[in-house]
């Protein structure tokens, strides 16, 4: 009867922490599931970007609960391989296989979640990136081709264009961000119905760049530099070139792009965006 009596009681302590321990699993399982292509072999700038983002990427994982893998096998993107995340990140360049590209526009057109940094959009003919996919660079992103940039990498006063997106209701009007090389596009995204802007450089940046060359300074104009486009679930991101000391041959890292906390801030509330069920 005794032994009767401990078995049970054994049985009941086993039994509580066995759901004890089923509810923290359950608890901590990844709220989505998120994975980041890239190359990462050309220009230093875009390199150590790549290389602070797949640090602060995981760091965030662990904090906000969801899951973080990255890659540099564009092998990768296809069906199979996809159909495991809900959100696809180009860190700083795009597929070119035509097999590759024609798995991520299925991928996109049945509601994955997709968020390009800096580089990812660039197309430019001649180039090693020639602008030789038209649904990505002027359906999708919307920009068309790559038409310069500002040097150095400076930072921004960037404006807030779209205030009810769920990746801009929690960002301040105007703010600044970390340095950045900031792009122009052949196209004017303001005269495409399907692009919703929702950051652009505000007139207080200008002179925006500090040269040597002049037309690498910008000082007037519109530039947007983070967009969507409303029949996607995407968000494309200028922001992504870190500083370095090109001038004097140290490629020492200068700045970083995970250092802006507002910035920060609009990169995670796009992941909360793309990885809520349907």
């Known amino acids: 009867m005794k032994l009767k009596f401990h078995t049970s009681i054994l049985w009941l302590i086993l039994s509580l922490f066995g759901s004890i321990a089923g509810h923290a699993q359950q608890t901590t399982s990844p709220q989505f599931r998120v ?6 072999k050309n220009d230093q700038a875009h390199i150590s970007f790549v290389h602070e983002a797949n640090r602060w990427f995981p760091e965030m994982a662990a904090k ?42 299925e991928y996109m057109e049945h509601g994955g979640g997709w968020i390009g940094f800096h580089f990812a959009a660039f197309a430019l003919t001649p180039s090693a990136f020639p602008q030789n996919w038209d649904w990505y660079h002027n359906t999708f992103l919307g920009s068309g081709s790559y038409g310069s940039n500002t040097w150095r990498p400076t930072p921004a006063v960037l404006r807030v264009e779209n205030r009810s ?37 505000d007139s207080s940046s200008f002179p925006l760049g500090t040269g040597p060359k002049q037309h690498e300074i910008w000082h007037s104009g519109y530039y947007p530099v983070v967009w969507t486009n ?15 000391d090109y001038e004097h041959h140290t490629n020492k890292e200068l700045s970083f792009t995970f250092a802006n906390e507002i910035q920060n801030r609009m990169i995670l509330d796009a992941l909360q965006w793309m990885g809520q069920k349907k």
């Open 64 to 105: 906000y609960n969801f899951s973080y893998d990255s890659t540099n096998n564009w092998q990768n993107l296809n069906a199979a391989f996809l159909s495991k995340y809900q959100v696809v990140i180009f860190l700083d360049t795009r597929p070119e296989d035509p097999a590759q590209r024609a798995a991520f526009r």
């Open 35 to 40: 994975i980041a292509f890239y190359t990462a």
């Open 230 to 244: 409303k029949k996607y679930k995407m968000l494309y991101v200028n922001m992504g070139h870190n500083d370095i």
């Open 165 to 201: 997106h769920p990746v801009t209701q929690n960002l301040p009007d105007t703010f600044s961000t970390a340095p950045n090389e900031w792009y122009r596009w052949s196209n004017d995204l303001r005269k495409n119905p399907d692009i919703s802007i929702l950051l652009s450089v």
